[in-house]
C-alpha cells in the first residue's frame, strides 16, 4: 500500500474517540444532541472561545454546515460573496445555490479575502431591486490554499463588514490547522469576536465525523435547530457527535492534532526548501505544494499518493501535498529522503 | 436511571460495529464511500435483495434519506403521497417542501396505504396544469404506528403504482423490524422487488448513524450521488457507513437485531394482554401501544420512561413502547412485574 | 356561443382601463413600477386604506401574489395554515412548496377561518424542531366557496394572530367582491387594520391583469421589491399595472364592479329561491352554488356554460355560477327565465 | 419632457396591438391560454419557424421566461453556462439561483459565447460528484451589448452542445432586433433549428407585455404548463398575451417594429462616425455605445435621458442609447443635430 498525502481524512478517528464511544456505549442517551456529552462539549467550547452567549450546534461535515448556516441567515434575494477558491464555490456540487443563494466569486492571489476585494462588489450592487444583495462573506482558515488570516486582517475584514452590514462566515474545516500554524496570531477568542459565525471542523482533525457550527451574532441565533432539522442535519444519535468534541476538546486535544499536522508539513516543506524546491504557494499549515518535475513526480508516485495540482511548464508541475493528525514520521522521512535521493 | 422505552436509539451501537472501526481504525480509505468497507457492504446487500443491477447509497439519517429520494426522483412540479401519520409528513419540520414538494396527505387507520387510499387523490388531481401531479408514493414498513405490509398488499400496491406511473418509496428507517415481525411474510428480495427503491435503516437497528438507500428502478439511478453532494449527506469518511453496513449485514447481525426488538415488545404485550390490557392498534413490531389507567401510568413512570401517546378518557391514554436491539430481559421482565402486580 | 357562468375572468377589462391605456400609450415613461401612473394608484390606494405607511406593489395574478408574499415573510422552516379549500392548497400547482413552505389545511364548513380552527394546529407542532413551524394564516375574502369574513370575525382572528406572533395575509382575488357584498360589514380601512399584508384583485374584477399587494406591517416591508424582481414578477412596462389600478381606484369603480357582479348572482340566487331551490351553501357575493336536477342541468348546458361542482345524490347535484363585472341584465334574466319555466 | 434613450420599454405598445384589444374587450373567452387568440398566435409562429412539433407558450416577460425554462428543464444538481454580460447573471436579483440551480460566468469580450469558452467550463467540471453538472447553455440574440450571432456561429456553438449534451437556450428579449439587423444572415427558421429552446421577446418590441417560449427540443416538452402554473406565470386572462402576439406575428409587424428600432440606431451611429466618434463596441442592433467627451454629455443631457455606461479616462465616456419601435425621426435627427453641432 501506498501512503496518501492526498488528503487528511483518510484514516479513521483519534483512539481516544473510539475509546470514548466504547466507555459509553450501553448508556441510555437523549437523542438529537440532548445527551450530556454534547451539553458538556458545548460548555467546553463556550469556555474556550470565552464567550457565553454564543449557540453551538454539532453537524456532521463541512458541506453541510455551509448550506445550512447560509440558508439559514439569508433572506431569499441575499447572496454570499467568497473568495474564488471557496469550497462553497468549486467542492460542494451547488450546495449552496441549491438553497437559492448567489455566490459571488472574487479572484485573490492567496485563497483570502480583503476589504478591498469586496467594496467593488458592493458598488456593483446597487442596481436595486434588480440585483441581489451581497450579505454575507465567506471566508475558510485555514483557507482552501493552505493559507492563513493574521489577527490584524481578520479585525479589519470584521470591521469593514460590520460597517457594512455584511455577516462574516468563516469555514473551519481546517480551524485548526489554521490556529495552530507557526505563524498563526489567532486564538478561538479572536475568531469569536470577529465572525458572526464559524465552525470548528473536525472531519479533517481526528474525528470521524463533525464540525461544531459556533454562533456568535446573537441576532441570528434564533430557531437555528429548525434548519439543522430540516435539512437532514439533525442524527438521532446526537451522542456520537457530541462524544467526539468531547474528546478533542479535553486537554487540547484538537490543537495537538492539527499542530501535529502542520508540523509534518513544515519538516517536508523545509527539507525540499533546502533542496531549492520552489512552492506555489507560501503555506505555513498541513498543505504544501512543491513545484517539482514530472521525473520526480513519477519516482514519488511510486511510493506515495498525492494530486498533481498544476501544471507549471513543461517539466514542472505543483503537487499538493495533505498531512494529517496521523501522518506519522515513517511516511514524512520516506518522502524527504527519497525526494532528497533525487534531487542531489 | 429509569430504564427508557422512549425509542429505540437511545443506546450507542452493536459492540461488532465498535470492534470493526477499532481494527480498521488506522488504516488509509479513499474518501466519499469508495472505501472497501463500502463497496464491501454495498455486494452483500445485492446479494441479499438478489438485485444485481440495484444501486446502492449510504447516508447518515432518514430525514437525509427522505428528502434526498425525493427531491432526486421529482420534477419541480410533481409530489408525494403519504400517509398521514408519514414521518416525512410530522417529524421532519417540512424537509420535504423545503425542496419545493408537496406532501398529500391520506387518513388511514394504520399507518398503510393502499390502492383504495390513493385513487381519490388521483382523481381530485386531474386539472391540468393547476394542480401538482402526484409521482411518488411514500410508505413506511414497519410504519409509525409499528405495523407492517403483507407481501400481498405490497405487491397490490407495487402493481397499482406501475400501472399509474407512480415511483413507490419505502422508508425503511425501521424495515429490520418490519420484515422480522411474527406475521411478516415480506422479504428483502420482495421489497427489492415491488418498490423503486427503498432504504435499509441502521440507525434504529443498531447502527451509530446510517441508512443505505437502495435504487431499484434503473430509470432513476443516472447521477443520483450528486444529489448525496449537494445535500451535505456525502460524509468525506464514508468508511463509518460502510463499516456499520458491513457488519449489520454479515451473519444476518442486522435482521438479529431487529428480530430481538421484536420480541421484547412481543413478551410485554403478551404479559399485557393477559391481564386484559386493550392497544391502540395490533403491532407485531418493536412498538406497542398499551392503553392503561393513568394510575398504571405514574407507577410505571417511577421506573421507567415512556411516551404517554393518546389520550383516551379520563382515567385511561394509551402509552407507547419502543424497545431496541438492546433491551434486556431485565428491564422487560421489571416492566412486566410491576404492571402484573398491579393489574392483579 | 352560449354565456359562461364559469368564471370572472372571461371578459376583456372594463372600458375605463383600455380607454386610459390608449390616451397614455405614446408617453415615454419610468420602467419598472416607477411610473406616475402607478405611483398616483399607490397614492390613491393608501388614501381608501387610510394608512400612510402601508407600502404598495403590483404584481400580474393572484398565485405570483401568493407565492411571493408568502416567501418573502417566511423563514425556511416556518409554514402556513390554510382553510382546506385554499387557492393556495388546490389551484396554484404547489406553487408555495415550490418555495419551500408546507401548507397545513384545516377542514372547515364555510371557507373561513376562525381562532378554534387554528388552536389544534398551534398545539399539535410543539415538537420543537422536528415540526415546522405555523407562522402565517392565510384567509381569503370573499372565499373560495363564496363566503365572506364579517368585521368581528376578522378582528377576533387578527386578535388571535398577534397574540401568537402569527401572520395574517389576506388572498384579496375577489375582494371587492367580498367588500361589497350586501351583508358585509368590513371596509378596506378595516382590512388594513386587521391584516398584515393583503390584496386587492384586479384580474376578477375588470382588470385586464394586477393585483395590488398592500403590506401594512412595516416589519415586513424592508426589502419586498427584491422578492417581486426575484421572481420574474417586475414589468417592465410597469405603468400596465398602474393605469388599470388608477382607473379602478378612481371614483369607486372597483367597488362599483364587484357590486354589480355580486347583484347579478343575487337576482339569480333570490328567482332559484322562490322557486324552492336549496343551496350548497348561502353566499352573498358572485359566486353561487345552487342543487337542480341533472335534468335541469341537462337543459342550462344548452344555453349556459357552468360547472357542475358536486354531485348530491343519484338526481341532483349543485352547479357553480360565477357573475362577473361584464355580466349583463340578458343572460341573468335568461338564466332566471329558463329554470323558472323548467321549474314551474 | 426630455426625450429618452434609456431602453425600449418607456412608451406603451404598438397601436393595432391596443385596436385588437378594443375590438375584442367584450368577448368571453376561455382562459389561462386556451383562447382563440393565443391558440392561432401560437399556430402563425410555428408556421414562421417552419417547425410544427415545437411547443408554444406566452409568458409575461423575460425573467419569469429565463427561470421557468431553465428549473424546468435542468435537474437539481445541474447548471446553467453564461457570458458574464448575461441579463440571468446581472439584472434578475438571483432568479435562476432562487429555483436552485448555478450559474456559471464566462469573459467574453462581446457578450457571445463560441465553443473555446465552453470546453475549459466542462474540462474543469469533471470532479463528480463534487462539483455541478453544465448542462444549459444560456445565450441572448441580440446579446446585451447589441451583438448578435451569425448563422455559422449559432450552428457551431449548436453542434458543439449537441456533442457534449448541453442544452442551448436563447434568451430573444431583443430577438427581433437581432435577426432584422443588417448584419444578420439568422431567420427565425435556423434559430428553432439550432436551439433547444428560445423565446420571441414582445415587451422590448412593442407589446405591453409578453414573450413567446418556444420549445424545439421534444424531450423537454413534457409537461411544461405545469412549471408556468407553479411559478405564478400563468395568466388567467391569457386572452392578454395572444392577442399581442397575434397582432405582431401578422404581416411581420414584429419584425418591422425591430428594424425600425434598429434603423433609427444606425442612423445616430453613422451620423456620429462621421464625426469621428469611436464606440465602445461594433453594434448594428438598437443598442448603440458611442464613447464622447464629458461636456458633450453634458448637453446632450439637457436634451435627451440617456445610461453613462462607462468611463474611459478623465475626459471621455462610453454612453448607452438605445431606440425603440416608437422611436420618431424628431427625435433621432435632434440628437444628431445637436451633437454634430458640438462636434463641429
Keep these: 500500500m501506498k501512503f496518501s498525502f492526498k488528503n487528511d481524512y483518510s484514516e479513521g478517528c483519534h483512539p481516544n474517540i473510539l475509546q470514548a464511544l466504547l466507555q459509553t456505549n450501553s448508556e441510555q442517551q ?3 444532541g440532548e445527551d450530556i456529552y454534547s451539553l458538556q462539549a458545548k460548555e467546553l467550547i463556550k469556555e474556550k472561545i470565552q ?22 441567515v439569508l433572506k431569499p434575494y441575499q447572496c454570499v460573496i467568497s473568495a474564488s477558491t471557496g469550497h462553497i464555490l468549486n467542492n460542494e456540487t451547488g450546495a449552496i445555490e441549491a438553497t437559492g443563494h448567489k455566490v459571488l466569486s472574487i479572484e485573490t492571489p492567496d485563497g483570502k479575502l480583503r476589504p478591498s476585494n469586496i467594496i467593488p462588489i458592493l458598488e456593483n450592487h446597487q442596481n436595486v431591486p434588480h440585483q441581489v444583495m ?12 493552505g493559507t492563513i488570516y493574521q489577527a490584524k486582517e481578520l479585525e479589519e475584514l470584521s470591521d469593514f463588514c460590520r460597517q457594512n452590514r455584511l455577516y462574516l462566515f468563516m469555514d473551519g474545516a481546517r480551524l485548526g490547522h489554521g490556529l495552530t500554524s507557526e505563524i498563526s496570531d489567532l486564538s478561538l477568542e479572536k475568531i469569536a469576536l470577529f465572525t458572526d459565525i464559524f465552525y470548528l471542523g473536525g472531519t479533517k482533525n481526528g474525528a470521524l465525523i463533525g464540525e461544531a457550527i459556533v454562533i456568535n451574532n446573537t441576532d441570528i ?9 430540516q435539512k437532514g442535519a439533525l442524527l438521532a444519535k446526537g451522542r456520537l457527535l457530541g462524544i467526539q468534541f468531547l474528546e478533542l476538546m479535553k486537554d487540547q486535544l484538537y490543537f495537538d492534532l492539527a499542530r501535529h499536522a502542520n508540523q509534518q508539513a513544515m519538516k ?6 533546502g533542496r531549492g524546491v520552489q512552492f506555489l504557494s ?13 521525473a520526480l513526480i513519477d519516482v514519488l508516485s511510486e511510493y506515495f499518493e498525492f494530486y498533481v495540482w498544476k501544471k507549471i511548464d513543461a517539466e514542472y508541475s505543483a503537487i499538493r ?15 524527504i529522503e527519497i525526494t532528497e535521493r533525487e534531487l542531489s
Design 321 to 335: 501535498l495533505i498531512t494529517s493528525w496521523n501522518t506519522d514520521d515513517e511516511a514524512v522521512n520516506r518522502f
Design 282 to 294: 507560501d503555506t505555513y499549515t498541513n498543505q504544501i505544494f512543491p513545484i517539482i518535475s514530472n
Design 51 to 72: 464567550k457565553a452567549d454564543s449557540d453551538i450546534y454539532f453537524v456532521s461535515g463541512g458541506t453541510q454546515a455551509n448550506l445550512i448556516v447560509i440558508s439559514s
Design 134 to 145: 451581497p450579505k454575507l462573506v465567506y471566508i475558510s482558515n485555514s483557507t482552501e490554499l
Design 30 to 32: 437523549t437523542g438529537y
Design 221 to 229: 441565533q434564533e430557531d437555528f435547530a429548525f434548519n439543522i432539522k
Design 268 to 273: 517536508i516543506k523545509k527539507a525540499l526548501q
